[in-house]
Nanobody, 121 residues
Framework: QVQLVESGGGLVQAGGSLRLSCVAS????????MAWYRQAPGKQRDFVAR???????NYADSVKGRFTISGDNAKNTVSLQMNGLKPDDTAVYYC???????????????WGQGTQVTVSS
């Protein structure tokens, strides 16, 4: 069974930095891509950043230039370095992965349990 476990959330002042990490554990064939989403209270879950197994990245416009996603294929991890944090970045951040469980099997989507990021003004 595949699990995604996030870490690194917390409370930070505006302008500060945090680094989130997510590790995929369990038995699977390959990770095709990993991403971060976030959900603020009363709002929908929104895309933040994504990285493919080949290293291609893309970001939401709201975080471009401030957040950096990186991955380690050997360790099945993805990280999100968040700089210049703003109160609007306050949300629960979720790790997301598209994983092929076995050779020839269809891809599955997995979510982590989320980690809270709070940015005070």
């Amino acid at each position: 069974q595949v699990q995604l476990v996030e870490s690194g959330g917390g409370l930070v002042q505006a302008g500060g930095s945090l680094r989130l990490s997510c590790v995929a554990s369990g038995s699977f064939f390959s990770i095709n891509s990993m991403a971060w989403y976030r959900q603020a209270p009363g709002k929908q879950r929104d895309f933040v950043a994504r990285i493919t197994s080949g290293g291609s990245t893309n970001y939401a416009d709201s975080v471009k230039g401030r957040f950096t996603i990186s991955g380690d294929n050997a360790k099945n991890t993805v990280s999100l370095q968040m700089n210049g944090l703003k109160p609007d970045d306050t949300a629960v951040y979720y790790c997301y992965a598209i994983i092929t469980p076995r050779v020839g099997a269809p891809e599955f989507q997995y979510w982590g349990q989320g980690t809270q990021v709070t940015v005070s003004s």
